[in-house]
């Protein structure tokens, strides 16, 4: 949960600063990430899965999901905690590099990676990609080979699972398009493909279900499904080294349902791979969490700049809008949203959306919360994954700015984007001037 974010006496904390207070100083849409929350997700996870290497003495490797939070400060501090980089571009492996993560905490997912791509892959001489299909191994091998090099790989299975999340987060059934289906043959094939060729390595397994997941069962039939592989690859004589579980643990977005947490995660996905150990060497493992880390620690604070009030409803327009947080909008995902200060006993069923020219640009509906009034600021939660990575300048609207706070100090870890930076790339041909 988000125990770094309180609502003391009414009033909402972050670190144990108001959060009204650091609105009204760095102004309004403001993304606020808790660096200490970051920290306590992050060590759930160093703690839970320590057991696995005791066990074993094999290691565990955690690698961020980028995509949920890729602002260099984010990153920065993800890497000096110990945390490695789970990449989908020639954009996050820069940022990745630029953090200073070291390359054998790298790994390059995707289903379409470019040459260019593959090439700084191979440059920074990541620990794997984690091929997607047969075409995509045959590219990086001969991305390898015109660079005299050889490609570490792994490979994304399919194991066909049910992960039980939101459809558009989805992803390891037959009918999504990631992966390589174990049950007819391709991911064996394509191994046996790699073993063959001279620019690539083949080491290890690699799997993502989905996202958002808020039961612990469909974990340890993936974990099952890919241990299973692992003792066919055996048989068939071919070693692996890491197997890399995807990330996908969910976070509690409605507080009032209990969800699966890292430690849950931990021990039922240990318990299946060790009951292995008689059959293969186990694996070091890899675990590639994204929301899990950051979700919980951040908010985004917006204005209420107008009440509305009709035959239908009673609206708040705030000044953040689904450019800076799409989550409402594309996945009808349910965000907590408060006001930052509660002003007295009362409470209303309210609407809040942003300003955008959409109709989806609504943040909540019919929600019972908190009378309130024009001026007032309101909170959405539990932002901080998928939130500003996600954003965008629709409607011509500059990214907000955000800012990162510890027990001891508050900095700007994002600038608000100017108006010039609207256009900053667009460029008038002489004709028209
Ligand atoms: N590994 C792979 C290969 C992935 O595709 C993803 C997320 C992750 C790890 C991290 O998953 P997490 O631990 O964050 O669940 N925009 C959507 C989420 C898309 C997730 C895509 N893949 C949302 O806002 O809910």
């Known amino acids: 949960g988000n125990d770094m974010i309180s609502k003391k006496d009414g009033i909402l904390h972050i670190d144990g600063y108001k959060i009204e207070e650091i609105a009204k100083e760095y102004g309004t ?95 920074a001489d990541i620990r794997a990609f984690n091929v997607d299909g047969i075409s995509d191994l045959i590219l990086i091998n001969e991305t390898a080979k015109e660079m005299g090099k050889i490609a570490n790989v792994a490979f994304r299975v399919n194991p066909n699972v049910d992960p039980k999340t939101h459809p558009k987060i989805s992803t390891g059934l037959k009918k999504n398009k990631f992966g390589l289906d174990i049950e007819d043959g391709t991911a064996l094939k394509a191994i046996k493909m790699a073993e063959e060729m001279e620019n690539v390595k083949f080491v290890g397994i690699h799997c993502h279900i989905g996202s958002q997941l808020t039961q612990i069962d469909p974990f340890v039939e993936e974990a099952h499904k890919l241990m299973e592989f692992i003792v066919t690859l055996k048989e068939e004589g071919i070693e692996v080294r890491d197997l890399n579980i995807g990330g996908g643990l969910g976070i509690p977005y409605d507080k009032n349902t209990e969800i699966p947490v890292q430690a849950d995660l931990a021990k039922a996905v240990i318990d299946t791979i060790v009951s292995y150990s008689d059959k293969i060497e186990l694996p070091n493992l890899i675990v590639e969490p994204g929301r899990s880390i950051v979700g919980t620690a951040g908010v985004l604070v917006g204005k209420t700049i107008h009440r509305k009030e009709t035959k239908v409803a009673n609206w708040i327009m705030i000044d953040a809008g689904m450019n800076d947080m799409m989550r409402p909008a594309i996945y009808e995902a349910y965000h907590e949203i408060t006001p930052c200060t509660i002003r007295d ?37 539990d932002v901080g994954a998928y939130g500003i990575s996600m954003a965008n300048n629709y409607n011509s609207r500059g990214k907000p700015a955000m800012v990162l706070t510890n027990e001891k100090e508050i900095n700007l870890i994002r600038e608000r984007e100017s108006l010039a930076d609207l256009i900053a790339k667009d460029i008038v041909p002489n004709h028209l001037l």
């Open 29 to 123: 849409p403001l993304y606020i990430m808790s660096e200490t929350q970051i920290k306590s997700n992050f060590d759930k996870y160093t703690q839970s899965f320590d057991r696995y290497t005791k066990e074993t003495g094999k290691e565990v490797i955690f690698s961020f999901a980028y995509k949920a939070n890729t602002n260099l400060a984010i990153t920065t501090l993800l890497n000096k905690i110990g945390c490695g980089a789970d990449v989908v571009s020639g954009g996050e492996l820069y940022i990745a590099k630029l953090s200073k993560v070291p390359s054998s905490k790298i790994v390059f997912n995707g289903n379409c990676k470019l040459v260019e791509e593959i090439k700084m892959g191979i440059e």
């Open 345 to 381: 006993g009362t409470e209303e069923v309210l609407n809040i959306a942003g300003g955008l020219c959409e109709s989806s640009d609504v943040f909540g509906k019919d929600r019972t919360i908190p009378t309130i009034k024009v001026g007032d600021y309101v909170a959405v939660l």
